[in-house]
């Protein structure tokens, strides 16, 4: 089957509307430059017979900083390919303009976890992420949706906003996608030069010494692993944490049955990249 491409909302509708009673479909939202990352996304929601929807959207609402978003690369032809390749049933391009009209003003929030990590440092970002997320459900009405463990912080949101708001859709969340030096893959990778790729490399490969240590406390790995970070030339850390994967809490202790996880945010010349890595 051909790959539709809609860019406006009655065109997305109207292909809706067409889908033969009962057929499931699944959503891929992405910022577009898609990469193997987005790809596996794509592979599992394909892999489960739905009719696949990728969205392409930067969506203005989450960047906190006008730079970045100017900034963010973008490569519609080579991403339709793409997609095209993988048989995705239908692309969703809309315009900013689109999803926030002239006077929009709603806005969702989620008011316990997303003023760490990410959200410490990027004022409404997650506001920004839930409420295009919770748009797309709206229009799109998947019977399930896929994101990335790579933001993993955004996946646990999505997942707290499914389960408050009551909303009938099915989160399924796939492992980070790692280049064979384990650097996660990102659409802001392609924003490193030269040097800079070889350091965020460390980044994996600092988090993998974890696993050879045995510590009693939380904040020892965390001093042991900036240090090691600095070592390598990841200096300018935004920040790097331990925390319960499940609750996203901050144990202060390491004990039986806790399943932890570190975060980082670190900026190599000048891009800022995200990881997470399972410690147990
Ligand atoms: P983005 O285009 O960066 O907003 O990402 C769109 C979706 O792809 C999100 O659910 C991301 O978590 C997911 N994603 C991005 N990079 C990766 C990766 N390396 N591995 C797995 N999923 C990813």
């Known amino acids: 089957m051909q790959t539709i491409i809609a860019r406006s909302l009655p065109s997305l509708k109207k292909n809706l509307n067409n889908l033969k009673k009962n057929q499931k479909v699944g959503l891929v939202p992405t910022m577009g430059c898609i990469h193997d990352g987005h790809l596996a996304l794509v592979k599992k929601c394909k892999k489960s017979k739905y009719f696949t929807i990728v969205t392409i959207f930067v969506n203005p609402a989450q960047f906190n900083n006008q730079k970045d978003l100017e900034k963010y690369p973008s490569q519609e032809k080579k991403d339709l390919e793409m997609l095209k390749q993988y048989n995705v049933d239908l692309i969703f391009i809309p315009k900013a303009r689109q999803m926030y009209p002239a006077g929009y003003s709603t806005y ?32 799109v009405q998947p019977y399930a949706a896929f994101f990335g463990e790579k933001d993993f912080q955004q996946l646990f949101l999505i997942k707290k906003m499914v389960k408050d708001l009551n909303i009938g859709v099915k989160i399924i969340g796939i492992p980070t996608v790692r280049d064979s030096y384990g ?21 994996y490969l600092n988090f993998k010494k ?13 001093l042991y692993l900036k240090k090691e970070l600095k070592n390598s030339g990841l200096n300018n850390l935004e920040y790097l944490e331990v925390r319960d994967s499940n609750s ?11 399943k932890l996880r570190v975060f980082i945010a670190v900026y190599v010349g000048g891009v800022r990249l995200i990881d997470n890595y399972k410690l147990n």
């Open 183 to 203: 650097l996660a893959l990102s659409s802001r990778n392609k924003l490193l030069k030269g040097r800079d790729l070889e350091i965020a490399k460390k980044i």
């Open 210 to 222: 974890i696993r050879y240590l045995n510590y009693k406390h939380i904040k020892d790995i965390e």
């Open 248 to 258: 996203l809490n901050k144990p202060k202790h390491i004990r039986n049955g806790k």
């Open 108 to 139: 969702i929030k989620e008011i316990t976890f997303s003023d760490v990590l990410c959200g410490k440092h990027r004022k409404n970002h997650f506001s920004g992420v839930l409420t295009i997320v919770l748009k797309l459900f709206l229009i």
